[in-house]
T-cell receptor, first 116, second 110 residues
Framework: DAGVIQSPRHEVTEMGQEVTLRCKPISGHNSLFWYRQTMMRGLELLIYFNNNVPIDDSGMPEDRFSAKMPNASFSTLKIQPSEPRDSAVYFC??????????????FGPGTRLTVT | SQKIEQNSEALNIQEGKTATLTCNYTNYSPAYLQWYRQDPGRGPVFLLLIRENEKEKRKERLKVTFDTTLKQSLFHITASQPADSATYLCALEGNTPLVFGKGTRLSVIA
């Protein structure tokens, strides 16, 4: 398997522009997670899906952020409008979650977003 | 408020020695604790998972302990090598999905 695939790997945009990050999870995994990583705040969970349904979006910073998972093999994270403080590395991760916890997550390579 | 602290931002050790990293938490009751490795420019990679009813788990040169009374996990790398240099993240899972600490950057000096 190719692992979790994210695109683009790098994105530089101007403040106010719309940014769309993409993720393809590992085939067969039923849970998908979007994280943001900065030096100051570390790795923060933004939202996660189980069986394509958003379960917890309490980590989404504000209404400018939205995420979708239209099918089991694709998810997007959109920022509109973008702001300089959104600059960070955004990771997508997937896992095979059972009825109980204790499931390892597989991370993609990340998208480094710079908003000028 | 819930808090995860990893003992230090950076740890330098000599090759061949045992590296010990600490993860402390407050106001959590995790059922599981995981350790991940992250190299620069890459996503975290899963290393080990330990359950709340397990005291210790080993994998090759890695050992993890989990003390729910002390609210602490220790992560050991024995016979450390320069290739072990990376940032190591602990993560807790309880009633919420994984919550990560900020990590400890380990440098193994040859």
């Amino acid at each position: 398997d190719a692992g979790v695939i994210q695109s683009p790997r790098h994105e530089v945009t101007e403040m106010g522009q719309e940014v769309t990050l993409r993720c393809k999870p590992i085939s067969g995994h039923n849970s998908l997670f979007w994280y943001r990583q900065t030096m100051m705040r570390g790795l923060e969970l933004l939202i996660y899906f189980n069986n394509n349904v958003p379960i917890d979006d309490s980590g989404m910073p504000e209404d400018r952020f939205s995420a979708k998972m239209p099918n089991a093999s694709f998810s997007t994270l959109k920022i509109q409008p973008s702001e300089p403080r959104d600059s960070a590395v955004y990771f997508c991760a997937s896992s095979l979650k059972g009825t109980s916890g204790g499931y390892e997550q597989y991370f993609g390579p990340g998208t480094r977003l710079t908003v000028t | 408020s819930q808090k995860i602290e990893q003992n230090s931002e950076a740890l330098n050790i000599q090759e061949g020695k045992t590296a010990t990293l600490t993860c402390n938490y407050t106001n959590y009751s995790p059922a599981y604790l995981q350790w991940y490795r992250q190299d620069p420019g890459r996503g975290p990679v899963f290393l080990l998972l330990i359950r709340e009813n397990e005291k210790e788990k080993r994998k090759e040169r890695l050992k993890v302990t989990f003390d729910t009374t002390l609210k602490q996990s220790l992560f050991h790398i024995t016979a450390s090598q320069p290739a072990d240099s990376a940032t190591y993240l602990c993560a807790l899972e309880g009633n919420t999905p994984l919550v990560f600490g900020k990590g400890t950057r380990l440098s193994v000096i040859a």
